[in-house]
């Protein structure tokens, strides 16, 4: 596969999540391997549970962008529930051993938050050293 690709199946599993959890929490999984790959491509390591963490932090971002329809030539908007549906991805969608790698459930809502309330940039700054 090509640097930077972001992939998912969809016959099995994103069909899986969008009947359990709606359009949103679909956009919200592809968000938060987006912002890996992006991380991957900074050269940060994306299997690192910060970096995960830091992944659902850029799709909160997103979201927020969305939301506030401040994106150029976007035609996304969101819909009542879209929100919920996002956490509920964070929080449903996970297989064994997800936890240890990606952060517990209150973890990565926390990240998401953050990325939301406080934009890209604030992502960003997380990873910098202190």
Excluded: K
Excluded at 10 to 35: C, H, K, N, S
């Amino acid at each position: 596969m090509p640097d930077g690709y972001v992939g998912f199946d969809a016959v099995d599993a994103m069909p899986r999540f969008y009947e359990q959890g709606g359009d949103f929490a679909v956009a919200a999984l592809i968000a938060t391997q987006y912002g890996l790959a992006g991380m991957a491509q900074a050269g940060i390591d994306a299997d690192d549970q910060d970096a995960s963490l830091q992944g659902d932090c850029f799709a909160g971002s997103w979201a927020a962008s969305v939301l506030l329809q401040n994106r150029l030539a976007s035609g996304y908007t969101l819909s009542p529930g879209d929100l919920d549906e996002a956490i509920a991805a964070l929080l449903l969608f996970r297989g064994e051993g997800d936890e240890s790698r990606q952060g517990s459930g209150f973890l990565r809502v926390e990240a998401f938050r953050h990325g939301v309330m406080d934009g890209a940039q604030a992502c960003i700054q997380r990873s910098e050293p202190t």
